[in-house]
């Protein structure tokens, strides 16, 4: 896969650690559905701590996106579910630490509820 990161000055530029946009070629892409932090064994929520979420989420991911092929640095575009936007800061953080750069676009969505009592849920697209 080849990925172009887009970036102008005649927009915003990114609030943490994201592209703007990226461009990207390659012969099969791949949409993960939502990540939510499970502990793979159990099926229940690793805990109720925020940050545990989050990690465990971008582990789910990073399983599925293994098996489809591909690694982290594929990824072209992810979406992250708060249920919590005073966490933003916090996802950010560990999103940074994760993803490789140059960082994938995302957007990040403020959300009422979501499965299970997660307070967090990823999921990406990829292009392999």
Same mark, same amino acid.
């Given at each position: ?11 915003p ?36 701590? %925020?940050?545990?979420?989050? =990690?465990?989420? %971008?582990? /789910? ?11 982290? /640095?594929?990824?072209?575009?992810l979406?992250? %579910?708060?249920?919590?936007? /005073?966490? %933003? ?16 676009? =995302? ?6 509820s ?15």
């Amino acid at each position: 896969m080849s990925k172009q990161i887009i970036h102008t000055d005649a927009a915003p530029a990114a609030v943490g650690p994201y592209s703007q946009a990226v461009a990207a070629t390659g012969s099969k892409t791949v949409y993960l559905s939502g990540q939510i932090g499970l502990e793979p064994g159990t099926g229940d929520l690793v805990s109720e701590n %925020f940050d545990a979420q989050v =990690r465990q989420a %971008f582990a /789910n991911m990073e399983a599925v996106i293994k098996e489809a092929g591909g690694s982290l /640095n594929d990824i072209v575009k992810l979406t992250l %579910f708060l249920t919590d936007l /005073n966490k %933003f800061a916090a996802a950010n953080a560990i999103m940074a630490e994760l993803i490789p750069q140059p960082f994938p676009a =995302r957007s990040t969505v403020g959300v009422a509820s979501l499965p299970k009592g997660a307070q967090f849920e990823v999921e990406a697209i990829l292009v392999l």
